[in-house]
């Protein structure tokens, strides 16, 4: 039998001193005596809001019109740096530093304030994928994305991988073929 114990952070910790086999995230940076294995495709970040959001307010046209706004932030855990906000514009990277009232921890959190028309965020948009098909978000700024990397399961390198963590590598690995 399988046990699955599923802990939700960003924090770049020590999964195996936390009691952990395995663990998710994104980009494939890891400590030496570990092993990184793609899920997916690279994400890409896109600006949402809420067409609510917009009642009264002017729609951002370029980047720096974000400054104008309130912007739905994101950090890592435990008071962590922040996600920058970072563009692909016309083959070069534009970074801007918004502001706002709402921070926090977890990206789909960003998605639910941005849906209930508390600001813009920048977000995965495979994580906005259902709010934008249903027309609870609309893009900003279709013209501007930005590119992250690829999340990525990453384990220790053992010489004998036990057999249930060995299925539960290939069934994610099959399950987010990129």
């Not at 940076?29 to 009642?55: E, H, S």
């Not at 002017?58 to 962590?80: F, N």
């Not at 900003?140 to 004998?160: C, E, I, N, W």
Request: charged share 25%.
């Amino acid at each position: 039998m399988i046990h699955v114990e599923i802990s939700l952070d960003n924090v770049l910790g020590d999964i195996v001193n936390s009691g952990y086999d395995i663990g998710i995230r994104m980009g494939k940076r890891v400590q030496n005596d570990m092993v990184a294995k793609q899920l997916g495709a690279t994400q890409r970040r896109i600006v949402v809001a809420a067409p609510d959001y917009f009642r009264g307010r002017t729609e951002p046209k370029a980047i720096d019109d974000l400054l104008k706004h309130d912007c739905i932030r994101q950090r890592y855990s435990g008071g962590g740096r922040w996600f920058e906000w970072k563009f692909d514009a016309d083959g070069q990277t534009v970074q801007i530093e918004v502001h706002g009232r709402l921070l926090f921890d977890e990206m789909k959190s960003v998605v639910d304030a941005a849906v209930q028309g508390q600001g813009i965020g920048f977000v995965f948009e495979d994580f906005a994928k259902q709010e934008l098909a249903g027309g609870q978000l609309r893009r900003v700024l279709k013209q501007h994305s930005g590119m992250d990397d690829a999340f990525h399961l990453y384990y220790p390198h053992r010489t004998h991988m036990p057999g249930k963590l060995r299925a539960f590598i290939d069934f994610m690995t099959d399950a987010n073929a990129a």
